[in-house]
Nanobody, 124 residues
Framework: EVQLVESGGDLVQAGGSLRLSCAAS????????IGWFRQAPGKEREGVSS????????FYADSVKGRFTISSDNTRNTVYLQMNSLKPEDTAVYYC?????????????????WGQGTQVTVSS
C-alpha cells in the first residue's frame, strides 16, 4: 500500500522556521519525484518544491526560493522541507506527493500519490 505521511506543521510567528517531513512507503522511492504543494483557503493548489531522490536535483517555486530547502534521506524514504523566514502568506495546508515519471515538476496533476496534508499557520 502506498503511503505518504506528512508531519511537522504548526503555528509559528512570522520570521520563524519549520521543518516538514514526508515519510513514503509502498513504492520505489528512488524512481519517483517527490513534490511539496500547498493550498490556502479559497486559493488554488500551488507547487512549492520538488526533488529527485535518485540524484538530489531540486526545483523551487519563485515564491519560496532562498527561504525553503528540500532534501531527502533515502535510507528512511523521507523528504524534508525546511522553511525559514516564514511569512503569513505561507499559511496553508502542505501536501507531499509522488510522481512516477521521476521528472522534476510542480504540475500537481502529474503526481500519482498524495498525502493527507499538514497545516502550517504563520501569524503576523
Amino acid at each position: 500500500e502506498v503511503q505518504l505521511v506528512e508531519s511537522g506543521g504548526d503555528l509559528v510567528q512570522a520570521g520563524g522556521s519549520l521543518r516538514l517531513s514526508c515519510a513514503a512507503s509502498g513504492f520505489a522511492f528512488d524512481d519517483y519525484a517527490i513534490g511539496w504543494f500547498r493550498q490556502a483557503p479559497g486559493k488554488e493548489r500551488e507547487g512549492v518544491s520538488s526533488i529527485s531522490p535518485s540524484d538530489g536535483s531540486r526545483f523551487y517555486a519563485d515564491s519560496v526560493k532562498g527561504r525553503f530547502t528540500i532534501s531527502s534521506d533515502n535510507t528512511r524514504n523521507t523528504v524534508y522541507l525546511q522553511m525559514n523566514s516564514l511569512k503569513p502568506e505561507d499559511t496553508a495546508v502542505y501536501y507531499c506527493a509522488a510522481d512516477g515519471s521521476g521528472w522534476l515538476n510542480l504540475d500537481w496533476d502529474e503526481y500519482d500519490y498524495w498525502g493527507q496534508g499538514t497545516q502550517v499557520t504563520v501569524s503576523s
